[in-house]
């Protein structure tokens, strides 16, 4: 879905996914990850799509993968 928000200073860190029935993703220890590199909280914006796996725990799905898969420029790596 769709990230709706992201709230990466919180604790646990969370976002929340989709806009008709929005789904709050517990991210803090999970494994994200666009096109084989790592990213952080920091890096995941409004409006991304993401899909994410992981358990669900009332109405919060607390994750252990997150795929990001829309491209953005992630600071640090350079693609030719």
């Known amino acids: 879905g769709r990230v709706a928000s992201a709230n990466c200073a919180a604790n646990p860190q969370t976002i929340v996914v989709g806009t008709m029935t929005p789904t709050t993703v517990d991210i803090q220890n999970a494994r994200i990850r666009h096109d084989g590199d790592t990213l952080t909280c920091a890096q995941i914006q409004v409006n991304d799509?993401?899909?994410?796996?992981?358990?669900?725990?009332?109405?919060?799905?607390?994750?252990?993968d997150v795929n990001v898969k829309t491209d953005h420029e992630v600071e640090g790596s350079a693609r030719p």
């Open 49 to 64: 799509r993401v899909e994410a796996h992981g358990t669900k725990n009332g109405a919060t799905l607390v994750a252990t």
